[in-house]
């Protein structure tokens, strides 16, 4: 497979969801923050989700364990050498800051460690990077405001806003004021949608919220207009087969919807969302797809086409993917 070698970008990662269990043992340990598993076979045995709402709760107990800078520093790094590995040159990043602020973890520290990694990828690892502060659509959107109110003095250092945790009952449009505001400060917005909510969650991202760009998006080939202006718009869809398959968003990888959409001409791309829990970084995503060297290659120049990147960094990047 050629996509070992292809250089790509990740669009759709979320930091605490590469907290692997033998770092998660580590932690505890370091912290003395009491944990039910005992050992990494103990914790991996765990991770078997009948839905999106069972990963999260898992997800939010394992980040209960990251206390300090130092934790979030580490917990990023690790990603980072992961995605190196992978031939990763260029990530746009999550994380949840109100996972950590609700238990008492300044917002700086998570935000300070993660920084740190970040800069020190750009000239370690030579890997460039966005980013994206997550809210919580759980909670409510007064959480979400003070959120963008702590990371105000960090904005030099956070390039947009999405939405992410649990998607059903929580609709785009619940985030209407706050995602007007994160505009009106120059931020760039994604969010999650149509992965278990309705194809209308999607056009509420699009019409609502005015996203950039949609996370996961699959419902989305329930309505045809729908697919058919994300086609029109290019609309960057950050598409997570293993992700998928485990959550049961799929029945199978066969019938994931994603090379379909690429086949039909939709900005489609191949992420690993929360590659400690789903059994995967972004290089087994591709593989799982099972697709040909063009597909690969499309799917690599994609990655870069639906970046933050400007332009001619993306038009770079392009080449090189083109020229294998
Ligand atoms: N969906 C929603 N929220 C999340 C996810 C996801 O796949 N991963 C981490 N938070
Ligand atoms: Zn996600």
Redesign the pocket.
């Given at each position: 497979m050629i996509i070992g070698r292809l250089p790509k970008a990740e669009l759709h990662l979320?930091l605490e969801?590469t907290l692997e269990p033998e770092m998660m043992l580590a932690l505890a340990q370091r912290n003395g923050v009491p944990i039910r598993f005992r050992s990494v076979e103990e914790a991996r045995s765990a991770y078997r989700f009948g839905s999106?709402q069972d990963f999260?709760d898992l997800?939010y107990e394992g980040m209960s364990v990251l206390r300090t800078e130092r934790d979030f520093y580490d917990l990023a790094w690790a990603y980072l050498e992961r995605a190196k590995e992978n031939n990763v040159v260029h990530a746009e990043v999550f994380f949840?800051p109100q996972g950590h602020t609700a238990r008492g973890v300044p917002f700086a520290a998570v935000f300070g460690g993660i920084r740190r990694a970040l800069d020190d990828a750009e000239t370690r690892l030579g890997i460039s990077s966005r980013l994206i502060l997550c809210f919580l659509r759980h909670l409510d959107e007064d959480d979400a405001q003070r959120t963008l109110d702590a990371a105000l003095p960090h904005l030099e250092g956070i390039a947009g806003v999405g939405l992410?945790?649990s998607?059903r009952g929580h609709p785009p449009s619940k985030f209407a004021r706050v995602f007007a505001r994160a505009r009106s400060l120059g931020l760039r917005l994604v969010a999650?949608a149509g992965?278990e909510g309705p194809a209308e969650y999607v056009r509420e991202a699009l019409d609502v919220l005015g996203v950039d760009r949609i996370d996961h998006g699959n419902r989305a080939v329930e309505d045809p207009a729908l697919v058919a202006r994300l086609r029109e718009l290019q609309i960057g869809l950050t598409m997570?087969p293993l992700?998928n398959l485990r959550?049961g968003v799929v029945p199978s990888l066969a019938a994931h919807p994603l090379p379909r959409l690429l086949e039909a001409g939709l900005l489609v791309t191949v992420n690993s969302?929360?590659p400690a829990y789903f059994g995967g970084y972004v290089d087994d995503n591709y593989r799982a797809l099972g697709l040909g060297e063009a597909a690969q290659r499309h799917l690599a120049a994609n990655s870069f086409r639906a970046s933050f990147l400007p332009e001619e960094v993306k038009r770079h990047w392009i080449d090189v993917v083109n020229s294998f």
């Open positions: 979320h969801g999106l999260l997800y949840d992410d945790s998607e999650h992965e997570c992700s959550l969302d929360d």
